[in-house]
């Protein structure tokens, strides 16, 4: 089955600590997003990356670090510079084409101990 | 930079009648998406609108855009129990690069 995973579904943080958040696709797409989404909100984007070993910034992108090294793969972690990370995150990706959408993986529900 | 309004924000609407739920965006956007969430899930796409004049229907929902108005409009025509979620609309600013920028979404309740 071709998709977007992200582990784990729900994560933990105490103050201080980072965290790293997977997000695995399987599509063969160049692009790879990170989305954040508190409650009530639309989706506010994070970071991006088009193509393996580059990414750049979103809108939101402080406190927040991401690699990409792999093609399949473009982890996110939140930092402990992110003070208020209490939220729930996407990870999409998308193929080339005009026609092309992002396509979202389950999503990670992250809290604050 | 593209800002996305949508409205309303909430609509509570009985099952067989129609309602239309608007989008605006505040500059040139290449393209226009529709999402659907259900609570506690992720995003489903519905749409992806290129051109001005673009329609797509899928079953009950129908979007069309109009890119000299900076407007889209997802239109529910029967309404049934099943529609009810968070819809959401998307631009994209950065040509080529498909950063969407968000509305904050319309929460549809249907009501038998």
């Known amino acids: 089955d071709g998709g977007i995973t992200q582990s784990p579904k729900y994560l933990f943080r105490k103050e201080g600590q980072n965290v790293t958040l997977s997000c695995e696709q399987n599509l063969n797409h160049d692009a790879m997003y990170w989305y954040r989404q508190d409650p009530g909100q639309g989706l506010r984007l994070i970071y991006y990356?088009?193509?393996?070993?580059?990414?750049q910034k979103g809108d939101i992108a402080e406190g927040y670090s991401v690699s990409r090294e792999k093609k399949e793969s473009f982890p996110l972690t939140v930092t402990s510079a992110q003070k208020n990370p209490t939220a729930f995150y996407l990870c999409?990706?998308?193929?080339?084409?005009?026609?092309?959408?992002?396509?979202f993986g389950p999503g990670t529900r992250l809290l604050v101990l | 930079e593209l800002k996305v309004e949508q409205n309303p924000l909430f609509l509570s609407m009985q099952e067989g009648k129609n309602y239309t739920i608007y989008c605006n965006y505040s500059t040139t956007s290449d393209r226009l998406y529709w999402y659907r969430q259900d609570p506690g899930k992720s995003l489903e796409s519905l749409f992806v609108?290129?051109?001005?004049?673009a329609v797509k229907q899928e079953g009950r929902l129908m979007a069309s855009l109009d890119t000299k108005a900076r407007l889209s409009t997802l239109h529910i025509t029967a309404a049934v129990h099943d529609l009810s979620a968070t819809y959401f609309c998307a631009g994209s600013s950065n040509f080529g690069n498909e950063k969407l920028t968000f509305g904050t979404g319309t929460r549809l309740t249907i009501i038998p």
């Open positions: 999409a990706s998308r193929g080339r084409g005009s026609q092309e959408t992002q396509y």
């Open positions: 990356s088009q193509i393996v070993n580059d990414f």
């Open positions: 609108l290129l051109s001005n004049g």
